[in-house]
């Protein structure tokens, strides 16, 4: 290895010029003359000073040498600074030389003698090597400032304020390290070091209650392996950052709206838009898990407690091989570690809804987790109005719970079974003084999801799981608008298995292989008009009464799909750059019970057909030096057909999957030791989009058409503060384009969930002795609409309808809101903590147009707005 | 009610809930005439097969009254994208267009044959398909298992065209259910007839000041003042409860009918629904649209006219249409002198 090294050389550049004694002898004779040499040299030392800024320094001297060789004088004759000099003198007064002699006898000399001070680069071996590492809180991913590190040799350290440590020129092989403090419990791990080479880890450890006495009890802990990141673009909350973040009333999964590449959804509305895609586009994972849904009817809370939620991290586009069956992005919910001792648990409630969980051990082995969560939104709009609000406007009713029992089985090996539930209801009515009209609304939504999941972590820091679900998702719709009904129900199974394996087969080369399969089975029945609910494409406005033509049909439907993957890690560089090449080979079943239309009580025939979706994926990650990074991403994506698309009557039971193609490029730059600026761009095509026909008369059974194409394109900026002192925040703008043709012949248009610029700033500030306060703003561009540039009266429906202009050419006016909340926590006694907080969202009472409406003759326009001024309240208490 | 008279009411569930969102305030008065619109338009026979003559009447009214205006008639020939939540295809809503198939162009009323492709372009024929091709997509029929060709009328306003269109039921069978369901449907139907609006009776308080009977011209016109809140009340006649207890010349009353539940795949018998839309060229009704649904026997409907939005002497006209569910149509109207 070649080390730069500042030494003094033993270069000499000797004018053996012989003064003194020498000169008066040139007049005489001819003299033999012997000039002295150096017999020990003695080398200076680089001086401490200037091995910064200097690249070197030459010092002349003159060195008066006695007859028995001593140094006997210095002079310097040409200084290169005091330090040098100094040093230069040093040194010579330490040679000794061989004595001058004339005709054989030793004479007395002064000679001038200049000293290089020289940078060498010499190549050296170097037999050590060095442990870096951060210590963190599970538990909320907290660094753990204080924790003792021993190594077997006995060398401590201790981390510093960031959870930071750092072993150096350590002997090679498997070293063991034990970690202690007050609040951790003395565990050990073994790491395998290479000499020469760096090795960087992430320990987490539990924290132990500052009271706990329970000193019998075993501790797990993990050591996870230097976290090889796979996802290019993604951006990772913890839940205790979550929390805080004003505007999500302390439910951790609603920080998503305001990561960048996320547009913002309409007032009310639960859709998640990430990088211009429809929102179904976008799946949502809770440890491997899929979930048909984020958050509840309304976009007011997540379906799954806070408590049980360790981060989030959105992944927009470009992920890795283990996820498919999807043409966005994804969400990534990881569930809470259990691993704590004792009895825990919180108890929450606001004006939405209430809350509860506990987290227990049981025994040595065993950990317990359970959650619940009611919403009374319902009941509070009851009590403090005298009418039925309830009928008029959609108040979601809804519930969720989740639970988990936990067994260990090993040291890093663990199985664990759990569940996750969740309902939603809308239930309205409007009545009309004409029962045509009286208008009817009710929808419901259920899903859970049964689990049972192995994991280990091997010695070589890979790892091994498996995970299989099943579950069930029932939706229904009862709409009667404008004298038409229409019906949706929904009802699938679900059967997941997701297993994988990761190991290191090469110090610079780790692999994961895995299958990742899912069967969905539905049963559905739907009647009604055909646009009725309308899709992303038609042309309709805001409230429009649904076409009066209707339709029937009951069918089944089956889409299945197994994709194998396999993803190689490759370090290179000193593992500044990362190459991460992957696969995932997936073949499709989809299956609709009914090819056409039923013909009276006739049998249906079905149809059924096979894709292979061929997916390969790369990343690369390059860290050109400790402040600024690069990366670069594609992907292929493949997305199966929605169940409720393979009617016969209302869909095309012969739809394939949609297919997409992810490009990202961005950089990561460290402005400051807690200050991250992250740039992406992105473009994403998809072709083989479902869209509804618009031929007046299409074949039978092909409702809709899978002949469309998108594409988006854009870039995101975040600009992250992960702590500095008390405040923490982040800045993240987005702008973005995202485009459709419905068939490849048209031109471009917006896409119904197009928006442009997208701002979030937001900051939270720890004001000490338990007070919080934070602010968000947020910016956004409002969603395309279709102008109305007429009508025509429907003199038999009694109804006027538009007659609109170019699709999706306006919109709807920007949103700008600021958001404030405060909190106070403290103790309740010994062991309980508690909170108290208030948001206040829009603040400056701004009407931030929401919708585009238009009066019943379609002569007059204006928007309907979202909130006001919104206080939500609430209060937490936990153990 | 529109959200902000809700808020209104309750401004701390607007703090709290207004997440849910506040509705602007637009002009949604539907009653009030104050430019020329066409209310209603009548087709004599309600319901006809494809290629017999059908006789058009407009309802054309302003702030003045009724309108005798020209009036462009057409046949729409061009079928509604699936795509479209509308009721015509747009191409329909021109002055001109080759989907059009013009048949009168001279007063409210005109008379046409109904094309002979109805069935075919708007019902559940499909034509033959192409070698090598999927058939064509029916067209899916209406709650009541009907099918319609859409008929154009446009007229001018400021030489701006508005456009209007009825929709003529046309008797195409059913093109959904067993070959038995077929057949019996043929076999039971009987085809609309237009409600009548037999009676109009405008009431202040408990005194009847006005009754007017279809067919007769209003020979007394009441006066009102400014501050009276008026009862008005229409009837229609009585039908039968059963299909086969009809005249054989239908009932201008609410009808029993046969159609296909699609949901139960069956073939079922029930009453019209009747609604009833309420115009007028002053004050302001209570509501636009009243009605009676399936399982109500009751032959009327009323509404509250208020008058105290009038600043001067004038006659008042008010109208109402009554519509069956099946598409047929009828109207009333009557005068009142506010002071």
């Known amino acids: ?879 | 009610m529109s959200l902000n008279r809700i808020f209104g009411r309750i401004p701390f569930l607007a703090l709290v809930l207004g997440a849910i969102g506040c509705a602007p305030e637009l002009d949604d008065r539907l009653y009030l005439l104050d430019e020329p619109r066409i209310l209603a338009i009548r087709a004599e026979p309600a319901e006809a097969r494809p290629g017999e003559t059908v006789r058009y009447r407009a309802l054309l009214a302003g702030e003045a009254g009724a309108i005798d205006d020209t009036i462009e008639w057409a046949f729409c020939n061009q079928r509604t994208p699936l795509s479209s939540l509308g009721s015509v295809h747009p191409n329909c809503a021109r002055e001109s267009d080759p989907a059009l198939e013009e048949f009168g162009s001279a007063s409210l009323e005109a008379e046409g044959a109904l094309p002979g492709l109805g069935c075919r372009i708007f019902g559940p024929e499909i034509p033959a398909p192409l070698p090598d091709e999927p058939p064509g997509r029916p067209f899916d029929p209406d709650g009541t298992t009907g099918y319609f060709q859409p008929v154009r009328a446009m007229f001018f306003v400021e030489d701006e065209p508005r456009f209007a269109f009825q929709k003529t039921r046309i008797f195409c069978g059913i093109g959904v259910g067993s070959a038995d369901d077929r057949i019996a449907f043929n076999r039971r139907y009987r085809m609309n007839t237009n409600p009548d609006l037999s009676s109009v009776k405008i009431y202040k308080g408990e005194d009847l000041l006005l009754t007017r009977v279809l067919g007769e011209n209003q020979t007394e016109i009441p006066t009102v003042d400014r501050s009276a809140a008026l009862r008005v009340v229409v009837e229609w006649p009585h039908c039968p409860d059963r299909i086969d207890d009809l005249e054989p010349g239908g009932c201008n009353g609410a009808e029993p009918f046969i159609y296909y539940d699609q949901e139960d795949l069956s073939l079922v018998e029930r009453r019209e629904a009747m609604r009833v839309a309420w115009y007028s060229t002053g004050g302001f009704f209570e509501f636009d649209r009243t009605g009676r649904d399936h399982g109500e026997e009751e032959r009327d409907s009323e509404n509250l006219l208020y008058l105290d939005g009038i600043e001067e002497e004038r006659r008042v006209h008010i109208y109402a249409v009554v519509r069956d569910e099946r598409g047929g149509i009828g109207f009333i109207d009557a005068a009142i002198d506010v002071k």
């Open chain 1, 1 to 879: 290895m070649l080390t730069k090294k500042y030494q003094t050389p033993a270069l000499l550049l000797v004018a053996a010029t012989v003064l003194g004694a020498m000169i008066p002898a040139l007049g005489a004779a001819q003299p033999t003359i012997e000039p002295p040499a150096i017999l020990e040299f003695v080398a200076a030392e680089f001086p401490e000073s200037e091995r910064e800024n200097s690249e070197g320094a030459t010092v002349l001297l003159q060195i008066a040498i006695s007859e028995e060789g001593e140094v006997v004088g210095i002079a310097i004759l040409e200084s290169a600074g005091e330090a040098f000099d100094r040093s230069a003198i040093e040194a010579v007064k330490q040679f000794r030389f061989s004595p001058a002699k004339r005709d054989g006898v030793p004479i007395p000399v002064r000679i001038e003698y200049a000293y290089d001070f020289v940078i060498h680069e010499e190549e050296i071996e170097i037999t050590t090597a060095t442990i870096l590492g951060t210590v963190v809180d599970r538990n909320g991913g907290e660094r753990v400032e204080g924790a003792v590190l021993e190594l077997d040799d006995g060398t401590r350290v201790i981390t510093d304020e960031e959870g930071r440590f750092a072993f150096e020129e350590i002997e090679p092989g498997a070293r063991t390290i034990t970690i202690s403090g007050d609040f951790i419990r003395p565990v050990s791990a073994t790491e395998e070091v290479v000499a020469g080479e760096r090795l960087e880890v992430v320990y987490e450890v539990s924290l132990e209650e500052e009271d706990d006495e329970d000193d019998d009890l075993d501790f797990e802990f993990v050591v996870t392996a230097p976290r090889i990141r796979r996802q290019v673009v993604a951006t990772e909350i913890s839940a205790t950052e979550g929390r805080r973040v004003p505007g999500t009333q302390g439910d951790v999964l609603k920080v998503v709206e305001n990561l960048p590449g996320v547009a913002r959804a309409a007032a009310g509305s639960s859709a998640l838009v990430v990088w211009g895609a429809a929102p179904e586009d976008t799946r949502t994972y809770v440890d491997g898990i899929h979930i048909p849904r984020l958050y509840h009817d309304g976009g007011f809370r997540s379906v799954l407690h806070s408590d049980m939620v360790r981060s989030v991290e959105l992944i927009p586009g470009g992920y890795a091989p283990p996820f498919g069956r999807g043409i966005g992005g994804i969400v990534r919910v990881r569930q809470r570690p259990l691993d704590e001792d004792g009895f825990h648990g919180s108890v929450s409630l606001d004006v939405i809804d209430a809350a509860a969980s506990i987290r227990a051990k049981l025994g040595k082995k065993v950990h317990l987790a359970a959650s619940f969560r009611r919403s009374h939104l319902d009941s509070v709009a009851n009590l403090v109005s005298k009418d039925d609000v309830r009928d008029i406007i959609p108040i979601p009713r809804y519930y969720d719970g989740q639970l988990r029992l936990q067994y260990t089985l090993g040291e890093n090996e663990r199985l664990e079974i759990g569940g996750i539930a969740s309902s939603d209801r809308i239930d309205r009515t409007v009545v009309n003084s004409d029962p045509a009209l009286t208008s009817r609304d009710s929808r419901g939504m259920d899903f859970f999801r049964v689990y049972l999941r192995y994991e280990k972590q091997k010695e070589d820091l890979g790892t091994i799981s498996f995970l299989q679900y099943y579950g069930q998702d029932r939706r229904s719709l009862l709409n009667r608008f404008g004298g038409v009904p229409t019906h949706i129900d929904n009802n699938s199974n679900i059967v997941g298995l997701r297993t994988s394996w990761s190991s290191k087969l090469h110090e610079r080369v780790a692999l994961e292989v895995g299958l990742d399969a899912e069967i969905l089975s539905a049963d559905l029945s739907r009647g009604g008009a055909v646009g009725a609910p309308p899709r992303e494409g038609d042309a309709r406005v805001f409230g429009q009464a649904p076409a009066d033509r209707i339709g029937s049909d009951e069918w089944s439907a089956l889409i299945a799909s197994a994709g194998v993957y396999a993803s190689v890690a490759i370090n290179l560089w000193e593992d500044r750059l990362r190459i991460l090449p992957g696969f995932r080979l997936e073949p499709y079943i989809t299956r609709s019970s009914r090819a056409v239309p039923s013909a009276g009580d006739g049998p249906g025939a079905g149809t059924q057909r096979y894709d292979l979706a061929i997916e390969p994926r790369l990343s690369v990650l390059l860290k050109a030096n400790d402040w600024l990074g690069f990366k670069a991403a594609i992907g292929r994506y493949h997305q199966p057909p929605a169940a409720e698309d393979l009617s016969a009557v209302f869909g095309t039971p012969t739809l394939g999957p949609a297919r997409s193609a992810h490009y990202l490029l961005g950089a990561n730059i460290r402005l400051m030791e807690k200050m991250n600026l992250e740039l992406n761009g992105f473009y994403t095509y998809s072709d083989k989009l479902v869209w509804r026909s618009v031929a007046e008369q299409p074949f039978l059974a092909q409702a809709l058409e899978q002949n469309a194409v998108g594409r988006s394109y854009g870039g995101q900026a975040l600009l992250r503060i992960e702590k500095i002192g008390p405040f923490f925040g982040w800045l993240s703008y987005t702008l973005s384009r995202s485009e459709r043709k419905d068939v490849p012949s048209l031109d471009w248009r917006r896409f119904d969930y197009d928006q442009t610029h997208n701002l979030t700033a937001l900051g939270s500030f720890d004001l000490g002795k338990g007070f919080e306060a934070g602010f968000r703003v947020r910016y956004s561009t409002g969603y395309p609409r279709t102008p109305v540039i007429g009508s025509y009266y429907d003199a038999t429906a009694d109804l006027y309808q538009p007659i609109f202009g170019t699709r999706n050419s306006i919109r709807i006016p920007a949103f700008v809101s600021l958001d404030i909340r405060g909190a106070k926590s403290f103790k309740i006694g010994e062991y309980i903590r508690g909170e108290v907080f208030l948001e206040i969202q829009n603040l400056m009472n701004r009407r931030n147009p929401e919708e585009l409406v238009y009066n019943p003759t379609y002569t007059q326009h204006d928007y309907i707005s979202g909130f006001p001024i919104l206080s939500v309240f609430g209060a937490r208490a936990e153990w």
